[in-house]
């Protein structure tokens, strides 16, 4: 049984914690099972006298003292400690799942999708280089089908912990970074290598990219280039809202490209991948440059469904001999997930 059958079943009331966006997926999923809601809280500081989806916007507190024991549903993203611990708070308290919706695309990774993907599932835990990658595997199936955040608990990693073990910066490494956002993937880097050859660091949001080039204007050897980055070359379409509210194929016309255009005969030793759902359309626009140099290549993990089981197998599809790495960092829901190749 899944979260979305348990739900259906469930006696006690469903009440939502958090609004905006990822509220608003949860409720169509809500709404396409026949499952209803009975309340929306948000944290302390953050409660407002307005409507959200016809409910008002009401305190943890007064939802507990209504209901006593509920269901939460949590509706949003974060990494803040501070944030993560009342989460936990609420979860010692009450029922509390953080349901697995797409940042990118509609499909649920429910009991039926894995069912039918089972096949894949296995091939692609067959292919992971260690026991902490095959333990990450298993824990987030485990959370996409239980909301449970236990399951994501349990098999964090340290940030330092890849750079300890097995993704290794060596002299002169060439840095691709495909996503940059403010400049914080490119300035970690420059600090991890600190002998690097050059970065080149690609943001498509106009506004973003502002950020990119102040953050960064410090760094030598740096390029940044404003454009998305795909599976073709040339013109389309992307709207600019920032982080992961970005849509490819909406809002204004800008310029996309292939990594195997954008870098040309240029060495390239080290990819970063957090493109918003572009990752597997990415990899395939890379097929040159990861044939040729075979870089090492981090690959968020968490934007489609599908990136889950399809991203693996497309890079190995290019090049067999890569050994592939999965590690989990703090956040919820399972956002900070990425494959490591090397």
Not at 59 to 74: C, D, H, P, Q, W
Not at 209 to 225: A, S
Not at 261 to 266: E, P, S
Request: proline residues 4%.
């Amino acid at each position: 049984m899944d979260l979305w059958e348990y739900l259906k079943s469930a006696e006690k009331p469903i009440v939502l914690y958090g609004m905006g966006n990822g509220a608003d997926k949860i409720i169509r999923v809500l709404e396409r099972k026949g499952i209803a809601f009975s309340g929306v809280f948000a944290s302390d500081g953050f409660v407002k006298p307005k409507l959200f989806h016809g409910m008002p916007i009401e305190s943890y507190a007064t939802l507990k003292e209504r209901f006593g024991e509920m269901i939460v549903l949590l509706c949003f993203g974060t990494h803040l400690p501070e944030v993560m611990e009342n989460i936990k708070k609420i979860a010692r308290e009450q029922e509390l799942y953080a349901p697995d919706v797409p940042v990118v695309g509609e499909g649920l990774f429910d009991s039926e999708l894995c069912l039918h993907i089972k096949d894949k599932l296995k091939e692609v835990y067959s292919l992971l280089a260690d026991e902490k990658s095959k333990q990450t595997f298993e824990n987030i199936i485990k959370y996409r089908l239980s909301g449970k955040i236990s399951y994501l608990f349990d098999c964090e990693s340290g940030e330092d912990e890849p750079y300890e073990s097995f993704l290794k910066c060596e002299s002169g490494e060439s840095f691709l970074d495909l996503g940059a956002y403010n400049g914080d993937t490119a300035l970690e880097f420059s600090c991890r290598c600190p002998d690097y050859s050059k970065i080149i660091a690609v943001e498509p949001d106009f506004k973003t990219f502002k950020k990119l080039l102040n953050n960064t204007k410090e760094l030598e050897k740096i390029v940044c280039r404003n454009l998305c980055v795909s599976d073709f070359s040339g013109k389309g379409r992307f709207l600019m809202k920032g982080g992961r509210n970005s849509v490819v194929g909406e809002g204004a016309e800008t310029e996309f490209s292939t990594v195997d255009d954008l870098v040309g005969d240029q060495k390239i030793t080290f990819i970063k991948m957090d493109v918003e759902g572009e990752e597997l359309k990415a990899v395939k626009g890379a097929k040159n440059t990861i044939l040729e140099h075979k870089p090492k290549m981090i690959i968020s993990a968490y934007h489609r469904t599908e990136d889950f089981w399809e991203l693996p197998r497309a890079v190995l599809k290019i090049r067999p001999d890569y050994k592939v790495y999965m590690r989990h960092f703090s956040s919820l829901p399972a956002w900070d997930t990425a494959f490591y190749f090397v």
